[in-house]
């Protein structure tokens, strides 16, 4: 038991020291090694002509000085916004870190990019220095291990020093080079953990990249919302308008031929629109633009009329008051107006059309327009705000600006938005009513 414990911090520190993630560190401190080699150049073209001495990168204090000087020009190059997101990559890749503690968007601000300079630095400087060491450190700590079985290696030029001569130091060169290797291994892996451990501090994001991101993911809610509602309320009235103009061509198949070759063409139509619609709404969902040649949303100005066609060809007694000219509203206003529309009539299909007359009311008066379905009541009276079709009423009107109210009155189901209007597209009844061709209920 006691030596199974005693191997258990042993083989922790073989993996800190010589494991996977220790070796990919280790490569990452030497490509920052590599990436410091031109800054020395430049910073030894300084600090060679302040020095009197000649012997170039012979001279290893010359050589800590062009370091030295290299690492500021490191930090003002590490600037560039492109930085960031490669070291970010490069500390993914071989630090083992997770990416969502790390940021891949461009430094923008003062303070990401002061941070990135710092790590920029870091990176640099550990990766020079442990660079450095694997270039010197391991020839010399071979040559100590086989020095005692080399005869002629000690009777060499490689500077060796005396005190190797002697039998003692001999015996003990072995244990030296293998010491050296251990600390370089682990120089290595405690400057690669030091990284890892600052990287998510200097590489991750900050309080304007969080702001960023969130500000990112609230638009792709809002997208993906946008498009949920589009389809709930194409597909949804398209489903609720076939199933009854189905059922009421069923009824009468035999009675009335006439009726069910409307019906049949009304179901053809609405599933022809419906799935133009599904099409453009799955091409955003595809690759973020609805694909050529697919059906635009449509608007009250264009297709009201069709839909109060298809609402009727499935036998609802469906009774129209308009009071505004669709072609005078804004383009945004007419088409979530006819959505708008479109829901509230799907919502009178699935509850209690056949046992009455719908009734549309559309009306532009001041700065405001009216939309109001009234259908009857199934049964016990709906739930104020129940249902995924309401919610996205409220929802289309609020993005507008506008108000909706909904609920039982007087034994009939009621549905009220208002949507504000720009001065220019107001008008009254009486203005727009020799323009339409079928004023007045329909």
């Known amino acids: 038991m006691t030596s199974a414990l005693a191997r258990v911090p042993a083989a922790r520190a073989g993996r800190f020291l010589w494991g996977r993630r220790a070796r990919l560190r280790w490569v990452h401190l030497i490509l920052g090694g590599a990436l410091a080699m031109p800054y020395v150049f430049v910073g030894e073209a300084f600090v060679g002509p302040l020095t009197e001495n000649q012997e170039g990168f012979g001279s290893f204090g010359l050589q ?6 290299g690492l500021p020009l490191a930090a003002l190059t590490s600037v560039f916004p492109v930085t960031r997101p490669l070291a970010s990559g490069m500390a993914r890749a071989l630090c083992g870190i997770d990416a969502d503690l790390l940021s891949q968007a461009p430094a923008r601000t003062r303070a990401a990019r002061g941070r990135t300079a710092l790590w920029y630095v870091l990176h640099l400087g550990f990766g020079g220095i442990v660079a450095g060491m694997s270039l010197a450190v391991p020839p010399f700590a071979v040559v100590l291990i086989v020095l005692p079985l080399v005869a002629g290696l000690r009777d060499s030029r490689l500077g060796l020093p005396e005190v190797f001569d002697g039998t003692w130091a001999l015996a003990l060169a072995p244990v030296a080079g293998a010491l050296l290797l251990v600390a370089l291994a682990a120089c290595a892996a405690g400057c690669g953990a030091l990284l890892a451990r600052w990287a ?12 960023a991101a969130a500000e990112a993911r609230a638009a792709d809610l809002a997208v993906r919302n946008r498009l949920a509602r589009e389809l709930h309320d194409s597909v949804g009235h398209a489903l609720s308008a076939v199933t009854l103009q189905a059922s009421a061509a069923r009824r009468v198949l035999d009675s009335d031929p006439e009726f069910v070759r409307e019906a049949l063409a009304a179901i053809e139509d609405t599933t022809r629109r419906t799935v133009g619609e599904l099409d453009a709404v799955l091409g955003v969902l595809r690759e973020g633009d609805p694909p050529a040649g697919t059906a635009p949303a449509p608007t009250l100005a264009d297709d009201l009329d ?10 609802t007694r469906l009774t129209s008051h308009l009071a505004a000219d669709p072609r005078a509203l804004p383009p945004v206003v007419s088409r979530e107006a006819y959505r708008i529309v479109q829901e509230g009539l799907s919502n009178a299909l699935r509850h209690g059309a056949e046992r009455g007359t719908v009734t549309l009311g559309i009306t532009a008066a001041g700065e405001r327009l009216d939309i109001t379905v009234t259908n009857p009541l199934r049964g016990s009276p709906t739930r104020p705000g129940g249902g995924h079709g309401l919610r996205g009423v409220s929802d289309r009107a609020r993005l507008l600006g506008g108000t909706v109210s909904a609920g039982a009155v007087d034994g009939t189901w009621r549905l009220r938005v208002r949507l504000p209007l720009p001065p220019r597209t107001s008008t009254t009844y009486e203005q727009i009513a020799p323009m339409l061709p079928g004023k007045g209920p329909a």
Do not use: I, K, Q
């Not at 800590?64 to 000087?69: E, H, I, K, N």
């Open 64 to 69: 800590l000085s062009a370091f030295a000087a």
């Open 200 to 211: 998510p501090r200097l590489l991750g994001p900050g309080p304007e990249d969080r702001l």
């Open 306 to 315: 069709g839909l109060l066609h298809r609402t009727r060809a499935g036998g």
